[in-house]
Each structure stands twice: as C-alpha cells, then as structure tokens.
C-alpha cells in the first residue's frame, strides 16, 4: 500500500534527521500544522479516553474514506497526532483497520522516543479510529 502524500513527507523528513532533538523539533512543527478545533468541537463525545493528556478526535467520512481531526493540551502529543493523521487520510475503513501503528512510528524513527503512557494515548486514539471506522 502507498503512502498518502503527507505521510510521504513526513517519512522523509523524519527519516533525514539526526537524532532525537532534530525529530523532537519536527515533532512540534508537525504539531503546529493541526487545524485547531474550535471549543464547541472539544466536547465530551470527541473526548478520546486512554490518555494522559486530554486529546479530541472528529471523524468524517467522505466516498468511503476518513478524513480525521484531532487536537491535544500536549504539545508533544499534538506534533505525534498529526504524524498519525497524515498516515490514516483518506484511508478506507479496512485499511484503518489494518494499519500498523508501532510500525509506522519504527518507520519515521520515533518509535524508541514512545513512552508507554504515549504509546498507549496513540493507540487509544488508533482504536477509537477504528471504532468509528467499525461503525460503532
């Protein structure tokens, strides 16, 4: 399967930089790329349960593909957010399903930087993707 072209990028560009305070600075600017959600958009029902942090997750679904917004109170968790998103745009609801998280992370070279508790937050994020993917 190929890569949507913002996951392209991004593979590229984490993949040129050295060590992790290069990724740790790409990560933030990632972050910034995120379409803020609005307060109204930041309710409860959108509220994804599993993280440390507070994250939100809004799901639309246009000819068969998700398309996903997502905002954090951590910056960090917000620069990990948008790299997941542009791997999961435009994806069909099986591919979602099928989508390896950690080994995207291994890919862009994040994965060993992923503590558990952020680990575990982008996974709750994956399965409430696939939830939504699922129907539920």
Known sequence: MSLPDGAAEA???FTGSAGWEQRARLLMQWGERL?????A???EPHRVHGCESKVWLLAEQ????WQFRASSDARLLRGLLALLLVRVEDLS????????LAAWFEQLGLGRQLSPSRSNGLNAV???MAQ?????
Do not use: C, N, V
Not at 35 to 39: D, R, V
Not at 62 to 65: E, P, Q
Not at 93 to 100: F, K, M, N, R, Y
């Open 11 to 13: 593979l590229d560009q």
């Open 35 to 39: 379409a803020p959600l609005s307060e």
């Open 41 to 43: 958009e930041k309710t």
């Open 62 to 65: 246009h000819d068969g593909r």
């Open 93 to 100: 609801s099986a591919e979602l399903l099928q989508l390896d």
């Open 126 to 128: 994956l399965q409430r």
């Open 132 to 136: 939504l993917a699922a129907g539920d």
